[in-house]
């Protein structure tokens, strides 16, 4: 089955400063990968997919990621970090060839300093 | 509105009982999921459902049971079986493979 993984557990980045949520993935075929973000006590919101295409794809509330297959990485990224960007954030993937299953990363918690 | 909408928020469960999670989307998805969350291992899936009177078993379904006789509707029963289930569920849906999955605000169930 598909899998995804996120090396950090938890990233920290002053105000206005860039940051990067790491995400690694392990699928048969072409991955369909997705981000979100979780507040606590909430659901989770989606920020942005790769299907197919350019390898930077464009999201919601200025953030971006980079797909890169020989790496089979898909890296979570904003130019300028925000205080209410602090929350947590899920990489997830779909194996398209494997019965539509989504599966989750353990999540990065990123808090942005002041 | 459209959405997805699990109930109730808060649900306090016996030992040795079952106990049913509810979850209704009115966005016409095909597909539909849930998934457990414990604090540092993420989601983990323990049921998906693909089409209506269908259904496929994720990474951890012991001790769970669902069904989908309707195409807006999945709700997961937790069962006297599963022997930890102290966790926040969450419940997904989504129209195909290169959809995005909507997610509700979650069910946190307690073991009291």
């Known amino acids: 089955a598909q899998s995804v993984a996120q090396p950090e557990d938890q990233v920290n980045v002053a105000e206005g400063n860039p940051l990067t949520v790491k995400c690694t993935y392990s699928?048969?075929?072409?991955?369909?990968l997705f981000w979100y973000v979780q507040y606590p006590n909430r659901g989770l919101q989606f920020l942005l997919k790769?299907?197919?295409?350019?390898?930077l794809v464009k999201g919601s509330y200025g953030f971006e990621a980079e797909f890169n297959k020989s790496q089979t990485s898909f890296h979570l990224k904003k130019p300028s970090a925000l205080v209410s960007d602090s929350a947590l954030y899920f990489c997830?993937?779909?194996?398209?060839?494997?019965?539509?299953?989504?599966?989750f990363g353990a999540g990065t918690r990123l808090t942005v300093k002041p | 509105d459209g959405g997805i909408t699990q109930s109730p928020k808060y649900l306090f469960r016996k030992e040795g009982q079952n106990v049913t999670l509810s979850c209704e989307q009115n966005?016409?998805?095909?597909?539909m999921y849930w998934y457990r969350q414990d604090p540092g291992q993420g989601l983990r899936l323990i049921y998906y459902?693909?089409?209506?009177?269908?259904?496929q078993k994720g990474d951890i379904a012991e001790g769970y049971s669902v069904s989908r006789e309707k195409k807006e509707s999945f709700p997961l029963t937790v069962t006297s079986a599963q022997k930890n289930p102290t966790a926040f569920y969450l419940c997904?849906?989504?129209?195909?493979?290169?959809?995005?999955?909507?997610f509700g605000q979650g069910t946190r169930l307690t073991v009291v």
């Open positions: 997904a849906s989504s129209m195909g493979v290169t959809t995005e999955a909507f």
């Open positions: 699928v048969s075929g072409n991955p369909y």
């Open positions: 790769y299907i197919t295409g350019d390898n």
């Open positions: 997830a993937v779909r194996d398209p060839y494997n019965n539509n299953d989504m599966r």
């Open positions: 966005l016409n998805h095909d597909a």
């Open positions: 459902s693909q089409i209506v009177n269908d259904f």
